[in-house]
């Protein structure tokens, strides 16, 4: 069982920058698939950026630009780094990772609270 953890959320002004990390306990090296999803008051989870085993990465089109997804394997940790945050990025912000291997299984973290307010 890999347990993920979120940190780096806040409050922070328009225009500022985060970086958020997933740390996980485990060896992220099995993992298929990784990304970030945001759940904002009032409104479903979306899908904000993900990358596969290769680096591959993909953005939701109203991130693209100013989220960098990442990962460093050796740190078991997945980042996304967010500049030019505007008040609709304000969201609970959750990490997930996939294993395909020995059998399909998906982790998620609790989230954490990334508000941009003036």
């Known amino acids: 069982q890999v347990q993920l953890v979120e940190s780096g959320g806040g409050l922070v002004q328009p225009g500022g920058s985060l970086r958020l990390s997933c740390e996980a306990s485990g060896s992220i090296v099995s993992m298929n698939s990784m990304g970030w999803y945001r759940q904002a008051p009032g409104k479903q989870r979306e899908l904000v950026a993900a990358i596969n085993t290769e680096g591959s990465a993909n953005y939701a089109d109203s991130v693209k630009g100013r989220f960098t997804i990442s990962r460093d394997i050796a740190k078991n940790t997945m980042y996304l780094q967010m500049i030019s945050l505007k008040p609709e990025d304000t969201a609970v912000y959750s990490c997930?990772?996939?294993?395909?291997?020995?059998?399909?299984?998906?982790?998620w973290g609790r989230g954490t609270q990334v508000t941009v307010s003036s």
């Open positions: 997930n990772m996939n294993r395909v291997f020995p059998r399909p299984i998906g982790y």
